[in-house]
């Protein structure tokens, strides 16, 4: 009985500081667990955890990693690409998007700017049958918004497993499956407007230094603006206004920190009509005045 026992307990893992070319090694950190029998045969179960920090021009491809990967960008653009049996699929993750990759398959992954994810690469007996839930309502990338579920998610998971405590991969599982579950009934609360709020979004994202309103959006989605305002933060968790700010505040801290772009310059180029209002709106936002970040993070 107690070989039975250790047999199908946890292995205690440590976090670590990943060291692949283009991880920025000092500001990310991987756990990597190895589940027990008991686990693999009945649970699902994380097998990697971590929040990572790429430097530009980061590139990874693997044939494959048998696992799903969920995982959310908080800084930066991660450049996706998976090979299926359909062909090559390309895919771009914001700040604010959720990203959940079959890591079965061919799979490569990149940067062209610093960018920081958080991510859980995770396996199990309903692994499947979340993953396949979940993408054919809001695909492999679909906007969050409030990052906290995904960031409060691997904060509780890395809390269990780095604790020698007998129940961890019950433990684990039960947060695994709380958060695919949260992400599965977003996904099937999201109904027939669907397709008219991620084009919005699309929109915002490649519009985002011109003037965007409230009536403009809606108009575009053909949804009264209470309707638009409703179903847009039911999707994303934030609102129209807020996310536009965010995508018009990383593509501002792009710029400060890999050019020598004028503020003036980078206010315009985000879609502020002057400095000053530029000022305001980043130090709202980041605590910092653009010069004072641009000083931060090219020291």
């Known amino acids: 009985m107690q070989r039975t026992a250790q047999r199908n307990r946890h292995t205690v893992p440590a976090i670590i500081h990943p060291v692949e070319k283009g991880v920025i090694s000092s500001e990310s950190t991987l756990l990597i667990t190895v589940p027990s029998g008991e686990a693999q045969r009945g649970l699902l179960y994380p097998l990697r955890v971590g929040r990572f920090a790429y430097a530009p021009e980061f590139r990874l491809e693997r044939q494959r990693f048998d696992s799903f990967l969920l995982g959310v960008v908080t800084e930066g653009t991660l450049h996706a690409t998976i090979w299926d049996d359909t062909g090559t699929l390309r895919h771009d993750v914001h700040p604010g998007d959720v990203f959940l990759f079959d890591t079965y398959r061919h799979h490569e992954g990149s940067t062209d700017s610093l960018t920081r994810t958080s991510m859980i690469h995770f396996d199990g007996v309903s692994a499947r049958i979340y993953y396949e839930r979940i993408t054919a309502v809001a695909g492999n990338v679909f906007p969050i918004g409030n990052t906290a579920l995904m960031e409060n998610s691997i904060d509780l998971l890395l809390d269990t497993y780095t604790q020698d405590h007998p129940q961890a991969d019950i433990i684990g599982a039960r947060i695994l499956?709380?958060?695919?579950?949260?992400?599965?009934?977003?996904?099937?609360?999201?109904?027939?407007?669907?397709?008219?709020?991620?084009?919005?979004?699309?929109?915002?994202?490649?519009?985002?230094?011109?003037?965007?309103?409230?009536?403009?959006?809606?108009?575009?989605?053909?949804?009264?603006?209470?309707?638009?305002?409703?179903?847009?933060?039911?999707?994303?968790?934030?609102?129209?206004?807020?996310?536009?700010?965010?995508?018009?505040?990383?593509?501002?801290?792009?710029?400060?920190?890999?050019?020598?772009?004028?503020?003036?310059?980078?206010?315009?180029?985000?879609?502020?009509?002057?400095?000053?209002?530029?000022?305001?709106?980043?130090?709202?936002?980041?605590?910092?005045?653009?010069?004072?970040?641009?000083?931060?993070?090219?020291?």
């Open 177 to 299: 499956t709380d958060l695919l579950t949260e992400l599965a009934l977003r996904s099937d609360a999201r109904d027939d407007d669907l397709p008219a709020i991620r084009e919005t979004i699309g929109f915002i994202d490649g519009h985002f230094a011109d003037r965007l309103t409230l009536a403009m959006l809606s108009r575009r989605a053909m949804m009264s603006e209470r309707q638009y305002l409703r179903k847009f933060k039911a999707l994303t968790g934030v609102t129209p206004h807020e996310y536009l700010t965010t995508r018009r505040m990383d593509e501002a801290k792009r710029l400060l920190s890999s050019t020598d772009m004028p503020v003036r310059d980078v206010a315009r180029t985000v879609g502020y009509p002057n400095a000053n209002a530029f000022t305001a709106a980043f130090k709202r936002r980041t605590g910092m005045t653009p010069n004072g970040f641009r000083a931060v993070a090219r020291p």
